[in-house]
């Protein structure tokens, strides 16, 4: 989130940091908002929200103030990419030695587990892509591919570089700094091609702009 939604996402990272056993890390859950906001079918809130718990043991006024807070950074999330704003928050910024606790590799590991919940709903619209565009269905799949694999590097780093290791590359290290510049460029491909493959759907849930908000 950047600019006026990290003002507003205040709330939810108060949450997370004072409910550390109910929720995940507050970078992780803007990271699955994104990959949620980028669907190329927007689930439901009742579905997604259940995403962002990891204990659902929590008092009514906690669980009113958690939806409150998701559905207004998700709405900004809905907002950024209208408007194509920066997709990646500020203070996502990849440095030599980058850890698990980093801001980068929490949001990316959101990314990926909202991706992951979110799959089906990929492979669906990839095969309506090969039915009704075959010529195009590769292309999308490769792209698809390469761009999980360089948010899977910058969710774990320690651990893409122990595998690049393992198969011979050693110069990772030396080249995620300058791969770590093209994150952006790399969102906007992965909203680009989630609605190239949206179009390919039936059905689209509404964004969810307006309306009442749901609880989780």
Request: hydrophobic share 45%; aromatic share 6%.
């Amino acid at each position: 989130m950047t600019g006026k939604s990290e003002v507003m996402g205040q709330d939810l990272k108060t949450l997370c940091e004072d409910h550390p056993q109910l929720l995940r890390s507050y970078h992780e859950v803007c990271g699955l908002l994104f990959s949620v906001a980028a669907a190329p079918q927007i689930p439901a809130p009742q579905q997604w929200m259940p995403w962002v718990l990891i204990s659902d043991e929590m008092s009514a006024e906690v669980a009113e103030k958690l939806t409150q807070s998701l559905m207004d950074c998700f709405k900004a999330q809905l907002l950024i990419m209208r408007d194509e704003g920066n997709l990646l928050p500020r203070v996502c910024v990849y440095h030599a030695g980058l850890t698990l606790e980093d801001a980068l590799s929490q949001w990316m590991s959101g990314c990926l587990l909202g991706h992951q919940h979110l799959q089906k709903v990929w492979q669906q619209a990839w095969s309506q892509m090969q039915l009704q565009a075959p010529d195009d269905a590769p292309q999308a799949a490769k792209e698809l591919s390469h761009l999980l694999r360089l948010f899977s590097t910058f969710a774990n780093v320690p651990m893409a570089l122990e595998q690049a290791a393992a198969g011979g590359n050693i110069q990772l290290a030396a080249q995620l700094a300058a791969i770590a510049e093209t994150l952006p460029r790399a969102l906007r491909q992965y909203v680009s091609l989630a609605g190239k493959l949206a179009a390919y759907l039936p059905h689209q849930f509404e964004t969810f702009i307006s309306g009442q908000d749901p609880a989780p």
